[in-house]
C-alpha cells in the first residue's frame, strides 16, 4: 500500500506515469520535460502560458527548473521495483505447501531457495549462487550443460570450464564473469558520463534556442507596436491634411459661389428690366392711337439711346467677365501645393527608419578623453570637470572636452542613444578616427571628418565642415538616438519622445570607419547601453 501510495505522489498529471526527468513550473508543480514542452508548444501564440495542473497564468513562456531531488526520488523507487516484483513471482522451491519468495537461485541444482532453505543448501564451490531467477537454462552452456562461469575476451561470448579446458575456447583469453562484468559496467559508466553530458549540453541548446525564440516573439511584438503606432500617427497626419485639403477647397467654392450668385443677381435684375421694357413696347405695337404711340419717350428705340444701351451692355458684360475670370474657377494649383506639401512633411516628420536590430553597447575610450572630461567606471558617462584628470599627453587625446568611442563602425547599420538632460551644453555625433586633436578644427563638426548635433543655450543645430543648420528649440533635450547606415551614406539624429521625431540627416560618401563621439560643455552626458 506504501508503495502504491507513493507511486501515485511520483505520477506526473499529464501522461499518468511516473516523472521522466521531472521538471518545476514556478507555481511549484512538477512535471515531465517532455509533456509539460509539449503542453506550452500547444500554447505558443496564446495571450498566456498556464499551468496545466493549478492554471496559473505566465506572460512569457515560463524557464523549467529541473528537480533533481525528486529525479533522484524516482530512480530509486524504479531502482526498487525490479525487486520487489521478483520477490513476488519467484518462490522456493522447496516451500510447496505455502509459498515463500525466494532470495536466492542455485544455478547447479536448478532450484529458488528462501532464507530457511538457502542456510541449509550446500555450500560447495560448484553451487553457484545468484539473484532469484527463472531463466536457469539460459546461464548453462548450451554445448556442455554446465554454469557459465568465465567470459572469452576474444569472441566476446560467456563460457563454462569445458569450453575453456577442451572446447572451442581453448587457449583463448578469459576473465570471470565477476571480472568481465565490471569492466563493461566501467566502460558503460564512462559511456553513460558522457551521455549525460550530452545529455545536458543538448537540454542547454533546448533552453538557449528557447530563450532566443522568446526573444524573437518579443522583438516581433515591439516591431508590430512600433509599426502600428507608426500608422497611427500617418493616419493622424493624413486625417488631418484631408481636411485641411478639403477645407480649402470648399472655402475655395463657397467664394467662387458667392461670386456667381453676385453675377447672377445682377443679370436677374437687367432680365427683369428688359422684360418690362418688351412689355411696354409691345404695348405701343398694338396702340391704334398714333398721338399716343409717339408721345411715349422711354421705348430706347433711337439711335442714341441703342449705342448707349450698347455700350452700358458691352461694360456689364466685361466686367462680368473680370469677376469670373478673377475668380470664377478653383485654384487647382493651391490646393495641388498644398496636399504635395503636406505629404512631403509627413514622412520625414515620423520615424521612418525603424529599428530592427538592437542598440549598439557603446563604451567610450579613455585614451582620447580629454583631460577636463572625467569617465565613469563602465565608461559610458562622461562629466565635465573643473579638475585635471592628468591623463598623459598623447596625440590620440582630445585638447577640447570630446570623446571617441572605443569600437568603429565600416559596414552595416547601427544605432545607438544618448543620455544628454543633465548638460545643457553638449554635442554628440560620429567622426574619423583622422579627426584632429588639438585647435579649433578638431571640434565635432568643424571640419569635414565629423557630423554633430548640437545644443548650446537653448539653441539646437547640426553641424558638418563648419556649416552650421538650426533646429526648432522644441527638442525633448532628455535623449538623443543617433543611426547610422554606413552603405547608405546616412547619419540620421532623432529626438527620443512620443513619437520619437526625425530631426536631421547628413547624407555623405563615408571614407573611413567611423566612431561615435561626444563633447560636453556641463554637467554630464550618458551612453546608453544596448538591449
Not at 509539460?36 to 499551468?51: F, K, W
Not at 491634411?241 to 437687367?270: F, G, T
Not at 539646437?460 to 543617433?482: F, Q, W
Request: aromatic fraction near 6%; charged fraction near 30%.
Amino acid at each position: 500500500m506504501a508503495s502504491a501510495a507513493l507511486r501515485e505522489e511520483l505520477e506526473c498529471a499529464i501522461c499518468l506515469s511516473v516523472y521522466t526527468d521531472p521538471v518545476m513550473l514556478r507555481c511549484g508543480h512538477n512535471f515531465c520535460r517532455g509533456c509539460i514542452n509539449r503542453a506550452l508548444d500547444t500554447q505558443d501564440g496564446s495571450r498566456y502560458y498556464s499551468c496545466p495542473e493549478c492554471r496559473k497564468r505566465f506572460k512569457v513562456r515560463p524557464a523549467l527548473h529541473r528537480n533533481i531531488k525528486l529525479r533522484n526520488i524516482v530512480e530509486n523507487f524504479l531502482s526498487a521495483q525490479p525487486d520487489e516484483e521478483e520477490d513476488s513471482g519467484i518462490f522456493c522451491t522447496y516451500c510447496v505447501d505455502f509459498p515463500v519468495p525466494a532470495v536466492k537461485s542455485c544455478l547447479h541444482c536448478e532450484v529458488s531457495l528462501c532464507d530457511k532453505h538457502l542456510r541449509a543448501h550446500k555450500k560447495s564451490p560448484e553451487h553457484v549462487l545468484c539473484d532469484p531467477t527463472t531463466s536457469l537454462e539460459d546461464r548453462k552452456c548450451s554445448v556442455h550443460n554446465r554454469i557459465l562461469e568465465y567470459y572469452c575476451t576474444e569472441d566476446s561470448a560467456c563460457v563454462c570450464v569445458s569450453c575453456r579446458l577442451d572446447g572451442d575456447h581453448w587457449g583463448h583469453q578469459v576473465e570471470t564473469l565477476d571480472e568481465a562484468s565490471e569492466k563493461k559496467k566501467r566502460a558503460l559508466r564512462d559511456v553513460l558520463q558522457k551521455l549525460m553530458t550530452q545529455k545536458d549540453e543538448t537540454e542547454k541548446r533546448v533552453r538557449s534556442v528557447q530563450v532566443h525564440r522568446q526573444k524573437s516573439r518579443d522583438k516581433a511584438k515591439y516591431s508590430t507596436e512600433k509599426v502600428v503606432a507608426l500608422f497611427r500617427v500617418l493616419r493622424k497626419r493624413l486625417e488631418d491634411l484631408e481636411k485641411k485639403v478639403l477645407s480649402d477647397i470648399n472655402k475655395q467654392a463657397m467664394e467662387i459661389s458667392s461670386k456667381y450668385n453676385e453675377v447672377i443677381r445682377q443679370l436677374e435684375i437687367k432680365k427683369d428690366d428688359l422684360t418690362k421694357k418688351v412689355h411696354r413696347i409691345e404695348e405701343l405695337c398694338n396702340m391704334t392711337d398714333p398721338l399716343t404711340v409717339l408721345q411715349e419717350s422711354d421705348t430706347g428705340d433711337t439711335g442714341d439711346t441703342e449705342d448707349r444701351h450698347d455700350s452700358k451692355d458691352g461694360g456689364e458684360r466685361e466686367r462680368h467677365d473680370n469677376q469670373l475670370h478673377d475668380g470664377g474657377d478653383l485654384d487647382v494649383a493651391s490646393i495641388s501645393h498644398t496636399l504635395h506639401t503636406g505629404l512631403s512633411d509627413i514622412i520625414p516628420g515620423v520615424n521612418v527608419h525603424f529599428y530592427m536590430q538592437d542598440a549598439e553597447d557603446i563604451i567610450l575610450d579613455i585614451n582620447t578623453a580629454a583631460n577636463d572630461l572625467h569617465l565613469s567606471d563602465d565608461e559610458k558617462t562622461a562629466s565635465w570637470s573643473d579638475k585635471n584628470q592628468s591623463r598623459p599627453e598623447t596625440p590620440e587625446r582630445f585638447q577640447c572636452s570630446q570623446v571617441l568611442s572605443s569600437q568603429s563602425f565600416s559596414s552595416g547599420r547601427h544605432y545607438w542613444e544618448v543620455d544628454v538632460r543633465k548638460s545643457h551644453g553638449w554635442i554628440v555625433g560620429v567622426g574619423y578616427p583622422s579627426i584632429d586633436r588639438r585647435g579649433d578644427q578638431s571640434l565635432i563638426g568643424g571640419n569635414d571628418k565629423s557630423w554633430g548635433l548640437v545644443r548650446d543655450d537653448n539653441q539646437y543645430s547640426v553641424v558638418h565642415d563648419c556649416t552650421v543648420i538650426g533646429l526648432p528649440d522644441n527638442i525633448s533635450s532628455a535623449k538623443i538616438r543617433i543611426y547610422l547606415d554606413y552603405e547608405a551614406g546616412q547619419i540620421s539624429f532623432y529626438d527620443i519622445c512620443a513619437p520619437i521625431r526625425h530631426l536631421h540627416t547628413f547624407t555623405a560618401t563615408f571614407t573611413e570607419p567611423l566612431h561615435a563621439v561626444l563633447g560636453v560643455g556641463g554637467g554630464c552626458v550618458k551612453i546608453c547601453s544596448g538591449n
